[in-house]
């Protein structure tokens, strides 16, 4: 193979390398710091900033050791960088949030301790090539000009090879695995037979990772198109659950020993649409997560009807194959966005359940705004009932999205009440539970159960400070109002 062919397959390769690490780099993070655009932002401003500083480095050294050699050295630390971040991730960001940090600085953090490496010395290989391969200067503008070609589609096919197949048929580890594999066997292109201590290195970080591949976790570990998922068998509250958790976060849970109980005390609010409005008979509910409520709900309420609309079709598998749900002939699935459901559907209903918000870290902004709730009141009939589950912190510079959240609420529907739903009235970002009326709120309800008089014994007396304002799709800053920023 000549030197032409090897460097066009070894630019090729390192921007496909780089930007599916680019992508697996939040899922790396997701289960432990979020997938907000603060994440997001940390991720793709960290990874140029040491691409930059690896353009730059990576000239000064082809010039000084213009050699082959070198650029398989180079191609073979990269690899190595891969295999030990790979080794201590988990550790290493386990560690990191114990720390009392804002969220934008763990951010940047994480990501400069486990992709500036890599970024720096895949960035190195560009310019090395571009060295190496220049032999005359009269045609040095379409050597450049074909190495950045052949990197550029590196790049493309990495977006969507990665973007659109590899994340949600490989999994996070698997990818980062791969990666490593590739600049590896690239590195041995370059490297010269003598080269045997770092073969060995190389090795020793395979075998490691090979192992980690295959070790047996206590959770399940699954990558869909949407979110790290992870499914785990727990103690909670002196029974035996089952939790999923979504990006890092509780969000949902069952009890093996009663399938179709709600374990969290926010899901119990859900039931008050029969407290206010027995007679609603046509229930929607965007957010699926385990679909523990639905089950629920065909259970306690057999003759109503339910629609849930849920974006990831990953999770209504796993909720059929771990969490004991099988769809009744009165519910109806939906697998989109809620926003494009809401704005399609020519369904009207009597209650809609909000279950979408469901992360301190990070929530759909797209879902927190006049516009969306408007859409929602639209798919009401003239007395429905919304009742909306969000993470937040009544007081303190965590209330803001709380705040921001109530003011929008009450700029569509007529009246606004708030609940806490873990330990009422105590400050703490926990949930709290906002119900919005599209009418006027019935003032003498019939359904008089004891366990919908409970969650309403507390209701919380609400006087926003005037700090924050409605959210709306042109302007809803909703990471920067949970972060507390």
């Known amino acids: 193979m000549n030197s032409s062919i090897k460097f066009k397959i070894t630019v090729f390769l390192s921007g496909f390398v780089l930007m599916v690490f680019e992508l697996v780099g939040l899922r790396i993070l997701a289960p432990f710091l979020g997938s907000s655009s603060i994440v997001w932002t940390?991720?793709?401003?960290?990874?140029?900033l040491f691409m930059s500083l690896g353009y730059w480095k990576?000239?000064?050294?082809?010039?000084?050791?213009?050699?082959?050699?070198?650029?398989?050295?180079?191609?073979?630390?990269?690899?190595?960088?891969?295999?030990?971040?790979?080794?201590?991730?988990?550790?290493?960001?386990?560690?990191?949030?114990s720390f009392n940090l804002s969220l934008i600085a763990k951010s940047i953090i994480a990501c400069i301790s486990l992709f500036g490496a890599t970024s720096f010395l895949l960035a190195?290989?560009?310019?090395?090539?571009?060295?190496?391969?220049?032999?005359?200067?009269e045609n040095s503008?379409?050597?450049?000009?074909?190495?950045?070609?052949?990197?550029?589609?590196?790049s493309i096919l990495g977006t969507f090879v990665g973007g659109f197949v590899l994340i949600s048929w490989m999994g996070t580890n698997a990818i980062v695995y791969g990666l490593a594999i590739i600049l590896a066997a690239t590195s041995l292109l370059f490297v010269s037979k003598n080269s045997q201590q770092m073969h060995l290195f190389l090795v020793l970080l395979l075998l490691g990772n090979t192992l980690l591949l295959f070790r047996t976790h206590e959770y399940l570990d699954i990558d869909s198109n949407y979110s790290r998922i992870f499914i785990q068998d727990t103690e909670y509250e002196n029974?035996?659950?089952?939790?999923?958790?979504?990006?890092?976060?509780?969000?949902?849970?069952?009890?093996?020993?009663?399938?179709?109980?709600l374990i969290f005390e926010y899901t119990q609010f859900y039931d008050l649409f029969d407290f206010f409005n027995p007679s609603a008979n046509k229930v929607l509910l965007l957010g699926g997560g385990a679909f523990s409520y639905p089950k629920h709900f065909q259970a306690t309420f057999p003759n109503k009807e339910l629609d849930v609309v849920e974006i990831d079709p990953e999770l209504l598998e796993i909720s059929k194959d771990h969490f004991s749900f099988i769809p009744s002939p009165k519910t109806e699935i939906f697998l989109e966005d809620a926003r494009t459901y809401l704005q399609h559907s020519k369904k009207k209903y009597d209650v809609v359940l909000y279950d979408v918000l469901t992360s301190p870290l990070s929530v759909p902004f797209h879902l927190t705004t006049q516009?969306?709730?408007?859409?929602?009141?639209?798919?009401?009939?003239?007395?429905?009932?919304?009742?909306?589950?969000?993470?937040?912190?009544?007081?303190?510079?965590?209330?803001?999205?709380?705040?921001?959240?109530?003011?929008?609420?009450?700029?569509?529907f007529q009246e606004v009440q708030l609940y806490s739903a873990q330990e009422r009235n105590v400050n703490g970002l926990h949930n709290y539970i906002l119900i919005a009326f599209k009418g006027?709120?019935?003032?003498?309800?019939?359904?008089?159960?004891?366990?919908?008089?409970?969650?309403?014994?507390?209701?919380?007396?609400?006087?926003?400070?005037?700090?924050?304002?409605?959210l709306t799709d042109n302007f809803a800053p909703t990471d920067r109002l949970l972060a507390g920023y």
Not at 125 to 133: A, D, E, G
């Open 42 to 48: 940390s991720v793709i401003g960290i990874i140029l």
């Open 371 to 412: 516009e969306a709730f408007q859409q929602v009141s639209s798919t009401m009939h003239s007395n429905g009932i919304l009742i909306l589950n969000i993470i937040a912190d009544l007081n303190g510079e965590s209330s803001a999205f709380l705040e921001s959240e109530y003011l929008t609420l009450k700029s569509v």
């Open 124 to 137: 190195m290989v560009s310019p090395f090539v571009i060295r190496l391969s220049i032999d005359k200067k």
């Open 239 to 261: 029974q035996s659950a089952k939790f999923l958790l979504l990006n890092g976060y509780v969000n949902s849970g069952m009890s093996l020993g009663s399938p179709n109980d």
């Open 58 to 97: 990576g000239g000064q050294i082809a010039d000084r050791y213009p050699k082959t050699q070198t650029l398989g050295i180079i191609l073979a630390l990269a690899s190595a960088s891969i295999f030990l971040m790979n080794i201590v991730k988990n550790p290493f960001l386990g560690y990191l949030n």
């Open 440 to 470: 006027t709120p019935v003032k003498e309800p019939k359904n008089l159960q004891e366990s919908y008089l409970s969650l309403l014994a507390n209701p919380i007396s609400y006087e926003p400070s005037g700090k924050h304002k409605i």
């Open 141 to 154: 503008g379409t050597t450049v000009g074909s190495i950045y070609s052949f990197s550029a589609l590196g």
